[in-house]
């Protein structure tokens, strides 16, 4: 089975802004490969001037927003380094059991590869001048900010336009819609870096050696 890939923009970001922004990629991926009976619910980002859609159900926001929490933590405990989340659709297939296989096979036919650099920007505060004069560097760290979210938001509507470009685009490698209930036709996971750095992309090299295609971690 073909399995396309889609690697997403870097986002340059701060640790306040992951959840929100997080939320706001994978919902947008997520309702547009629903394919199912879905309640569309507009969201209003509080940081950005961005409306996205949600599919309105419940079990499904809590499970986005427990995915972005274990990532979060991942973060807090690497700091300063990229890092990757990856939304996974595939099929379930019954194989022959074996001695060394289960009797279950997924197989992937489309991943996103959401890409983040979060900074760690230090609080700022009042400092004293060689004449004792305290400098309060306020006024221009919120400049500096504001700068800094105007860009993270124009590359944030990048990232959107580039989902809805390639769902537009990539069809043919959608799989027939299974009898599944609730909005989301397929199963789909939602990985985050291991607590290991290298055991992320050595199980997924596993998984490519095995089945010729790329796969993505249970």
């Given at each position: 089975m073909n399995c396309e890939v889609c690697q997403l923009k870097d986002l340059e970001l701060e640790h306040f802004e992951m959840r929100e922004v997080?939320?706001?990629?994978?919902?947008?991926?997520?309702?547009?490969?629903a394919l199912g009976l879905v309640r569309p619910k507009d969201v209003d980002m509080e940081l950005f001037d961005i409306t996205y859609?949600?599919?309105?159900?419940?079990?499904?926001?809590?499970?986005?927003?427990?995915?972005?929490?274990?990532?979060?933590?991942?973060?807090?405990?690497?700091p300063n380094k990229k890092s990757q989340i990856c939304l996974s659709f595939y099929e379930v297939k019954n194989k022959q059991a074996s001695w060394f296989s289960n009797k279950v096979e997924r197989l992937y036919w489309e991943q996103w590869y959401i890409n983040l650099n979060v900074s760690q920007h230090p609080k700022a505060h009042s400092i004293k001048s060689h004449h004792s004069k305290v400098v309060d560097p306020g006024e221009?760290?919120?400049?500096?900010?504001n700068v800094r979210s105007a860009a993270l938001e124009a590359s944030l509507r990048d990232v959107?336009?580039?989902i809805i470009k390639f769902v537009n685009e990539k069809k043919d490698h959608v799989p027939p819609i299974p009898n599944i209930e609730g909005p989301v036709s397929f199963p789909?996971?939602?990985?985050?870096?291991?607590?290991?750095?290298?055991?992320?992309?050595?199980?997924m090299l596993k998984r490519m050696l095995q089945t010729g295609h790329p796969t993505m971690l249970s």
């Open positions: 997080l939320r706001c990629i994978l919902h947008t991926i997520v309702f547009h490969r859609v949600q599919c309105g159900e419940l079990e499904l926001e809590k499970k986005i927003d427990e995915k972005i929490e274990q990532f979060v933590c991942w973060v807090e405990k690497h221009g760290a919120l400049e500096d900010r959107l336009f580039q789909y996971e939602i990985t985050i870096p291991s607590s290991s750095d290298s055991a992320f992309g050595m199980d």
